[in-house]
């Protein structure tokens, strides 16, 4: 998918997330300044992981959706986020499908430093 800079269109979220149906694959909706803004579908528990290099920002579009600390569980709803500071052990979860936006630099693997190549998505993929 092509995007053309200099004439910019409106994204539909609600749009974006029909189009698929599969958890915890991530999907490229834009790019900038070397950042993705990544829609995933959530459900259940994802693998405790970390980003040595990165920070992540998670900001729940529709559902209820967790990040676990190892010491504390942030709780999010529709219009709230939260930013894990690179270097911090967490784990993501669902008790229902959510759907959320994803803010982290274009290189950072879904799994980060965990050894789970169930979880791993494909880089790159738009929606």
């Known amino acids: 998918m092509s995007e053309d800079v200099s ?3 409106a994204v539909d979220l609600a749009e974006k997330f029909a189009a698929f149906s599969e958890t915890w694959r991530p ?37 209820r959706f967790q990040v676990e600390f190892r010491d504390r569980t942030v709780t999010l709803g529709p219009g709230q ?7 911090v052990e967490h784990r993501t979860a669902s008790d229902e499908i959510a759907e959320v936006l994803i ?10 430093d965990a050894a789970v190549s169930d979880f791993t998505a494909p880089q790159g993929v738009r929606i």
Do not use: C, Y
């Open 81 to 87: 986020m939260v930013v894990v500071p690179r270097g």
């Open 7 to 9: 004439s910019p269109e």
């Open 27 to 63: 999907k490229i909706a834009a790019q900038l300044n070397g950042q993705d803004v990544r829609l995933v579908k959530t459900k259940g528990v994802f693998p405790w992981h970390s980003h040595a290099d990165a920070e992540e920002m998670f900001l729940v579009f529709k559902g």
């Open 103 to 112: 803010f982290e630099p274009s290189e950072v693997v879904n799994t980060g």
